[in-house]
């Protein structure tokens, strides 16, 4: 086994041992993304370490463990259609498309979304869609999904991903301050919606029409 393939197990054991997770399908698939690729080369020597990072247009690449728990804990079951809003890095849109045949995506920033695209196709990814506008909208073409998840951080809930959501469906979304929040699983069951609060989480924000003004 090479070094980075080492160090990358070595991260994804400590992570799963400090967060106390058991989902071993998610360990696995953390095991093999190669999420130093992610990274702007000069930072790769950090890319194994349990930090987020910066990447291009002030943004950031999640930190390995808040992607475990957030993934974890939008729990996609095998065939399930799913959204997420910020690509950023591309980091986390690799792990959920093992769950998925079909995975849309959304960001803002079209040089990021790019960017992640170029190289999840490098990597053999083909069931990605990818839109560069505001996410905290949703992608109303596509609906309902069975999973969304917010990688930026939003004042609220924004009212169009909740509609967005097909019954049984679940979303993740880190609300509350623009420098700190909490990180919010909200479930539409019948009749209704039930929200869950899983604990404090920093995020970059959501900018939008339902998330933060610039
Ligand atoms: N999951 C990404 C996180 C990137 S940070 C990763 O690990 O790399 C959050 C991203 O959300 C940023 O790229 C930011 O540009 C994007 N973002 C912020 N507001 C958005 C919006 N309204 N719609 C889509 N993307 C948005």
């Known amino acids: 086994m090479d070094a980075v393939t080492t160090a990358r197990r070595m991260m994804v054991e400590a992570v799963w041992k400090r967060q106390g997770l058991r989902n071993e399908e998610l360990q696995a698939v953390m095991e093999t993304v190669p999420r130093h690729l992610f990274v702007d080369s000069a930072l790769a020597a950090k890319a194994y370490q349990d930090i987020s990072l910066p990447i291009a247009a002030e943004q950031t690449i999640s930190q390995p463990s808040m992607v475990a728990i957030m993934t974890n804990a939008l729990a996609p079951r095998k065939g399930d259609k799913i959204l997420e809003i910020g690509t950023g ?13 079909r995975l849309y995506t959304v960001e803002r920033i079209a040089a990021l979304s790019k960017r992640a695209q170029g ?3 490098q990597l053999g990814f083909r069931n990605i869609i990818y839109k560069t506008g505001d996410g905290s909208l949703g992608w109303e073409s596509w609906a309902p999904y069975d999973r969304i998840i917010v990688t930026a951080g939003a004042p609220v809930v924004p009212d169009k991903l909740k509609l967005q959501l097909a ?15 909490n990180l919010l699983c909200v479930d539409r069951v019948a009749g209704g919606f039930r929200e869950d609060d899983l604990g404090e989480c920093r995020f970059v924000p959501l900018l939008g029409k339902e998330g933060w003004e610039k």
Do not use: F, K, M, V
């Open 167 to 181: 019954e049984g469906g679940r979303l993740l979304i880190p609300t509350g301050g623009r420098e700190s929040q």
């Open 89 to 101: 890095s591309g980091y986390q849109t690799a792990i959920l498309a093992h769950y998925t045949p």
């Open 119 to 121: 190289l999840l196709e």
